[in-house]
């Protein structure tokens, strides 16, 4: 069955520190990954997206992810984390039609 | 701007209720979804809809159905609510290149 991992539950970081979270998905085929996040009492929204092409994206706040198709990963990296990118983060897959699957999460939360 | 609604922030229901989950977008789109979100296990979709009328199982339809009169109203109900349907429930629209729009938000409580 298709499925997306993601290596780290709970992520507690300093500000100014670096940040990469762990994503892998688990599909043969063409696939389109996502990044949501979502703060504290908002909305889940889109960080970043990969269709197709340069498998480094950049999405918004700083935040990049790059496609590793040998690896079927796509991690989120941010150089320096900021007290505000404390949240929620939510690596997804799409295989197929509109369906898309889920990652359990990753919690970050960053030290002022 | 795209926008989701969801009727209710927050829910309170006793076992065994019937309980509706109304979802309102006003983009005219025709995808629209429900998932449950829950701690450790991330977002998993309950049912879509992918035009009036229309419906598909996700992956954790048990408990639950789906009614989509209108196109721009998707709303989820639970038939006799149990304990372990607590959760918070999302609802999500799709625009342009696969992109979901979520909803606030509603979290049930059943007790």
């Known amino acids: 069955a298709q499925s997306v991992s993601q290596h780290n539950h709970h992520v507690i970081l300093s500000e100014a520190a670096s940040l990469e979270l762990g994503c892998n998905y688990s599909?043969?085929?063409?696939?389109?990954l996502f990044w949501y996040v979502q703060y504290p009492g908002q909305h889940l929204q889109l960080l970043l997206k990969?269709?197709?092409?340069?498998?480094l994206v950049k999405g918004i706040k700083g935040f990049e992810a790059e496609f590793i198709k040998s690896k079927f990963s796509f991690n989120l990296r941010k150089p320096s984390v900021q007290w505000s990118d404390t949240a929620e983060y939510f690596c997804a897959a799409q295989t197929g039609g509109f369906k898309t699957i889920f990652g359990a999460g990753t919690r970050l939360f960053v030290k002022a | 701007d795209v926008k989701v609604t969801q009727s209710s922030r927050y829910l309170v229901k006793r076992t065994g209720e019937k309980v509706f989950l109304e979802c309102v977008q006003d983009?005219?789109?025709?995808?629209m979804f429900w998932y449950r979100q829950d701690p450790g296990l991330g977002l998993r979709l309950i049912y879509f809809?992918?035009?009036?009328?229309?419906?598909e199982k996700g992956d954790i339809p048990e408990g639950y159905s789906v009614s989509r009169e209108k196109k721009e109203r998707f709303s989820l109900i639970l038939e006799s609510a149990s304990t372990n349907q607590t959760s918070m429930y999302l609802c999500a629209t799709v625009v342009g290149d696969y992109e979901q729009y979520f909803g606030p938000g509603t979290r049930l409580t059943v007790t």
């Open positions: 983009m005219d789109h025709e995808n």
């Open positions: 809809s992918y035009d009036v009328k229309m419906k």
């Open positions: 599909y043969g085929g063409t696939v389109n």
């Open positions: 990969y269709f197709s092409g340069d498998p």
